[in-house]
């Protein structure tokens, strides 16, 4: 541990430290190929001039560099953190701190978290800025009882529901998830060699129909190695191919799952594109115009152009305001292009052509490829 860091929040990390992250980022990426999660553990192996800090995972995951604006605000020291911040999290000992505003899940949770120890420490006196003559404070075990019967499920429990079924929903959670789960499948899947198989087997068909193999000419010694070859590669991408469908019949739950997941984000896309025809925003309607009226091909238009911003909008948490500005950052940058901007631009009034027509996208100089 090194006595001066880096300002997290309220806090100050240093190399050695344990952090744990608070806020998703897919564009962090580690050195294993996973991407920085809310309430994920670390140990800060290395700071740099610009606060940034090198971290590695320690689930195993790699490594990576959290920029000094993440750290600043999205990071907070692991042996400190909130009772929200700590499930999930298993540590050698744990020490709560008590009070009339903790409630029985959250005590549950603080004292579940040490592997080797659990300990409560109990606010008995209530803060006070004023002087006033000393009296006597609540006993331990009366502040630990008035926790114990204070359950948070006492606010709507069905509000928390909706919350949750609503975030669980969210392009915000379903996009991420999606790129995330297709990364994993794109680095671990076994390549598909088909096609090199269909080759090498045309290949060795004709081999064994034309080559007449010896040992006794040259001609003849020279087609049983290219057949002896032909059969050899033939063999090994049979076996690869085998082997390639037993890994994809092993995850084959994966697959679905990532086909169910495209869907969802597909559906709710969509979904987002049929309330925007109903509710007609200010946002979009600034963006794109009205809903036509009279035509179903023009309706069906605005609706696709209609999701892709509004889409946008949850994945990235942009407000409305601020949908005209072109992020700094380049994957949200690429995102906005062919949503936002792209959108407008194709709602444009045509520019005169001179009698030629032009692609609307070409125009502007965008990609039509989203």
Not at 319 to 336: I, K, V
Request: aromatic share 4%; net charge negative; with cysteine.
């Amino acid at each position: 541990m090194e006595a001066e860091g880096v300002v997290a929040g309220e806090q100050i990390v240093g190399v050695g430290d344990e952090i744990v992250t608070c806020r998703n980022d897919r564009r962090l990426v580690t050195s294993g190929g996973g991407w920085v999660r809310n309430g994920d553990r670390w140990q800060a192996m290395a700071r740099q001039h610009d606060d940034s800090l090198l971290v590695e995972d320690m689930g195993g995951r790699g490594r990576v560099v959290l920029p000094g604006e993440y750290v600043q605000a999205d990071v907070a020291l692991a042996y400190a953190v909130t009772i929200h911040k700590a499930q999930g999290l298993t540590v050698d000992q744990s020490i709560l701190l008590v009070d009339e505003a903790t409630t029985a899940e959250g005590l549950y949770v603080g004292m579940t978290r040490g592997r080797t120890s659990n300990v409560a420490l109990a606010v008995c006196d209530e803060a006070d800025t004023e002087y006033r003559p000393p009296s006597p404070g609540r006993r331990e075990t009366e502040v630990v009882l008035a926790a114990m019967s204070h359950s948070a499920a006492e606010v709507a429990a069905l509000e928390a529901l909706r919350e949750a079924f609503a975030r669980s929903e969210s392009l915000a959670t379903l996009a991420p998830r999606l790129a995330n789960l297709n990364t994993e499948l794109a680095r671990e899947t076994p390549p598909d060699r088909s096609k090199e198989l269909q080759w090498v087997t045309e290949a060795l068909e004709h081999a064994r129909s034309t080559c007449r193999p010896g040992h006794l000419t040259q001609r003849g010694r020279e087609d049983r190695r290219r057949l002896e070859a032909a059969e050899a590669r033939y063999d090994e991408l049979v076996d690869h191919a085998r082997r390639r469908q037993a890994w994809l019949d092993a995850h084959a739950d994966t697959f679905a799952y990532r086909d169910d997941l495209a869907a969802a984000v597909a559906n709710r896309r969509h979904e987002l594109g049929v309330t925007a025809t109903i509710t007609q925003p200010d946002h979009v309607v600034n963006l794109i115009g009205v809903v036509p009226a009279g035509d179903l091909e023009a309706t069906r238009t605005w609706i696709k152009r209609a999701s892709w911003i509004e889409s946008y909008r949850e994945e990235w948490g942009v407000e409305p305001e601020r949908l005209r500005e072109r992020p700094l950052d380049a994957c949200q940058g690429q995102e906005w292009d062919r949503s936002v901007h792209l959108a407008e631009v194709l709602a444009r009034p045509p520019l005169p052509t001179m009698g030629c027509s032009l692609d609307r996208g070409m125009e502007q100089g965008i990609e039509l490829g989203w």
